[in-house]
Structures are given as C-alpha cells and as structure tokens.
C-alpha cells in the first residue's frame, strides 16, 4: 500500500499540472497526461473490460481536458473530477459497442506455462479475478487499493454514498478471497504428483 504522503502528493501534483495546462494550453498535456495516464488507463480499463475501448475512453477525457482546461483546474478535486470524466467516457463507450464486441472473451495475457508460480503470474491472476468481479465492484477495488483513495473520494467520483461504495469493497474482497484462494490451491502448472 502507497504511503499517506505519497497518497496526498499525487492530487497535488494534478493539480499543478492541471493548472499549467489552464495556464499554458495544450502544449502543457504532455506532463498532465505522463502524470496520469497509466492510473487512467487502468480504471477504464477496469470498465471497459476492454482494451482498446479503454484507450478510447482515455483519449476521449484528454480531448474534453483540452478543450476545457479550466474545469479540471478549477474543480475542488481536480483528481476526482479527472476520474469521473473519464468513468462517463468509459460508460459511453461501452453504450456505442457493437452488441457482438459485448459478446466476445476478455482481452487479457495469457499466462505461460511454467514451472513455478511468479510475481507475473500472480499479477496476472489478481487483474483476471479483478476482471471478474462485477463492473461496480472491480471499480472500487482499482479506485481503492491501486489509486489508494478513501471510501469518501471514491463516493465522490462515482457519485455514490461512501456506505455504498465501501459495501461494494467488502463484497469484491470476499469474492476475490475465493477466487485466489482456488488459485493458490492449485497444482503449478507442468507439476507431477
């Protein structure tokens, strides 16, 4: 888990790169997106379930930041705000698929077989059971323990009460308990008993 300095500077340092986009216009992106992308990228694609809708989804929030730069910087949370915008690009997106992109397999790594488990594979298997969980559940679970916000600031970004929000986090944790609990019981692959 992030320290709570390391969690506190974060915003700010949104918040300064959303000043300087205001400030400076486009040419300031660059920092706000290097800053932001990789967490955005994940939450989308959280609700995606879906690469390159994700990607969509986070280039259409950079577009909407551009044109209107003033609202990130001036917002209250300009983090918070800069999650929703991109939790309704994502929600837009997945309104426009085709009904037959809803139907087809997640688009995740596949895991090597190997001798032993590793850090990867473990990684890997945490994001499939994150994927897993119901949309409303896995968001809350990137929102808290990847972006390490409180129950509060998540309430805020999906416009939810923090009970609410902290019910979805028990329930995902409960199922993602099970879910790795069965992976972890398995027999690594290419064993022999």
Request: proline share 6%; no cysteine; aromatic share 6%.
């Amino acid at each position: 888990m992030v320290s709570t300095d390391k969690r506190n500077q974060f915003p700010v340092r949104v918040r300064r790169a959303a000043l300087e986009l205001a400030r400076q216009g486009p040419s300031a992106l660059d920092g706000l997106y290097d800053l932001t992308s990789a967490r955005l990228l994940r939450y989308a694609l959280t609700l995606t379930r879906n690469h390159e809708d994700a990607e969509d989804a986070l280039q259409a929030a950079m577009i909407r930041i551009t044109v209107k730069p003033q609202a990130l910087s001036q917002a209250k949370y300009p983090w918070a705000y800069f999650l929703r915008i991109v939790r309704n690009e994502a929600i837009t997106v997945v309104r426009r698929r085709k009904p037959v992109s809803r139907l087809s397999p997640l688009s995740v790594p596949s895991i090597e077989a190997e001798l032993a488990l590793d850090d990867e594979e473990v990684r890997n298997q945490v994001r499939l059971a994150v994927r897993r969980l119901p949309p409303a559940q896995g968001e809350v679970v990137v929102l808290r323990i990847w972006e390490d916000m409180t129950f509060l600031e998540i309430a805020t970004v999906l416009n939810q009460s923090p009970n609410t929000v902290a019910s979805r986090f028990r329930y995902a944790l409960e199922k993602l308990t099970r879910m790795l609990h069965s992976f972890e019981n398995e027999p690594a692959v290419g064993s022999r008993k």
